[in-house]
């Protein structure tokens, strides 16, 4: 018998930065999924990922079943989610195995318990939770829960270019930085709880520019600015980044023609450096079951 668990992407975050002298994040989600499948008793055992096996049995010992009945399973990863861009590949490998693991042993936890066993392996991502919020990717520590977000989706702006998200946190200077952009985060962060709170996508693509902006002086991101500039142009809300990564992604209402922005985009230097532009709907944090899965991909 097979076992699935499935978990989003993201396309970086909304704001990434320093606040109360601990660093905290917010993203959010994309209709770009990972696919963990488990299947016990195969002739050729497929342990996967060594992340996502290690996740596996970190839910075995969380229920104090022994590591050693995890050796007859087998684990294979399927996922649409572009690795080294920032979009949260490894969070959601890690996430989908947990969510498959649960089902197999026939066991529940909470986002925030998911969570909190998917940084024991690696800095995650909040997109584990099923609410936006203030997020500590070293802890997976919920400083706030943050309102949701309708009606959105976003041209993503991918490079060819990888990051790891190790190599960011080991540049020299790296706290310096994030300490100089202090004050700036903390008003994003402002603007992006007011804008969840009230739906609000102009005030949510503020707290993202400025973020962006921010982030310049850790890891600059190609072409940034002129972005900004096309994005208020064609009347879209905000730019935000993958702060530990190298996408960029444009935020727009649902019934805006993403296709002229695309377009537009596809004709200027920046698809020089940019080799893939496209569209993705926002959704919905949380690990899903194979069901759920089916019914987002029915809506695409």
């Given at each position: 018998?097979?076992?699935y668990?499935?978990?989003?992407?993201?396309c970086?975050?909304?704001?990434?930065?320093?606040?109360?002298?601990?660093?905290?994040?917010?993203?959010?989600?994309?209709?770009?999924?990972?696919?963990a499948?488990?299947?016990?008793?195969?002739?050729i055992i497929h342990r996967?990922?060594?992340k996502s096996?290690k996740?596996?049995?970190?839910v075995?010992e969380n229920?104090?079943?022994?590591?050693?009945?995890t050796?007859?399973?087998?684990l294979?990863?399927?996922s649409?989610?572009?690795v080294?861009k920032?979009m949260?590949?490894?969070?959601?490998?890690i996430?989908?195995?947990?969510?498959a693991?649960l089902?197999?042993?026939?066991?529940?936890?909470?986002g925030?318990e998911?969570?909190?066993?998917?940084?024991?392996?690696e800095?995650?991502?909040?997109?584990l939770?099923?609410?936006h919020s203030?997020f500590?990717?070293?802890t997976?520590?919920?400083?706030k829960?943050?309102?949701?977000i309708k009606d959105t989706?976003v041209?993503?702006?991918?490079?060819?270019?990888?990051?790891?998200?190790?190599?960011?946190?080991?540049?020299?200077?790296?706290?310096m930085?994030k300490?100089?952009n202090?004050?700036?985060?903390q008003n994003?962060f402002a603007l992006?709880d007011?804008g969840?709170?009230?739906?609000?996508?102009?005030?949510?693509?503020k707290a993202?520019?400025?973020?962006?902006?921010?982030?310049?002086?850790i890891?600059?991101k190609?072409?940034?600015?002129?972005?900004?500039?096309?994005?208020?142009?064609?009347?879209?809300?905000?730019?935000n980044?993958?702060?530990?990564?190298?996408?960029?992604?444009?935020?727009?209402?649902?019934?805006?023609d993403?296709?002229?922005?695309?377009?537009?985009?596809?004709?200027?230097?920046?698809s020089?450096?940019y080799?893939k532009?496209?569209?993705?709907?926002?959704?919905d944090?949380k690990?899903?079951?194979e069901e759920?899965?089916?019914?987002?991909k029915?809506?695409?």
């Amino acid at each position: 018998m097979k076992f699935y668990g499935v978990c989003p992407a993201s396309c970086g975050e909304f704001v990434q930065g320093v606040l109360d002298n601990e660093e905290y994040l917010s993203s959010y989600a994309i209709n770009l999924f990972s696919v963990a499948t488990l299947e016990e008793g195969k002739e050729i055992i497929h342990r996967g990922p060594s992340k996502s096996r290690k996740a596996m049995e970190l839910v075995f010992e969380n229920f104090n079943i022994p590591v050693d009945e995890t050796k007859n399973i087998s684990l294979d990863i399927k996922s649409q989610i572009p690795v080294g861009k920032g979009m949260a590949s490894s969070t959601a490998d890690i996430g989908a195995t947990i969510k498959a693991t649960l089902s197999m042993l026939n066991k529940t936890l909470t986002g925030e318990e998911i969570s909190k066993l998917a940084v024991k392996i690696e800095a995650t991502d909040s997109l584990l939770l099923n609410q936006h919020s203030i997020f500590n990717p070293l802890t997976a520590d919920v400083k706030k829960y943050l309102g949701g977000i309708k009606d959105t989706k976003v041209v993503i702006l991918e490079p060819n270019d990888i990051l790891d998200t190790k190599s960011i946190r080991m540049t020299p200077n790296y706290k310096m930085y994030k300490m100089q952009n202090k004050e700036i985060i903390q008003n994003s962060f402002a603007l992006l709880d007011e804008g969840l709170a009230k739906n609000n996508l102009d005030l949510i693509g503020k707290a993202c520019k400025y973020s962006a902006l921010a982030n310049e002086n850790i890891h600059q991101k190609p072409f940034l600015k002129n972005i900004i500039e096309i994005s208020d142009k064609f009347g879209c809300y905000g730019v935000n980044i993958a702060h530990s990564g190298t996408v960029v992604g444009i935020l727009m209402h649902k019934e805006m023609d993403d296709r002229k922005i695309v377009q537009y985009l596809k004709g200027t230097e920046i698809s020089q450096y940019y080799k893939k532009i496209y569209t993705s709907d926002i959704i919905d944090g949380k690990v899903r079951e194979e069901e759920e899965w089916n019914i987002l991909k029915t809506q695409k």
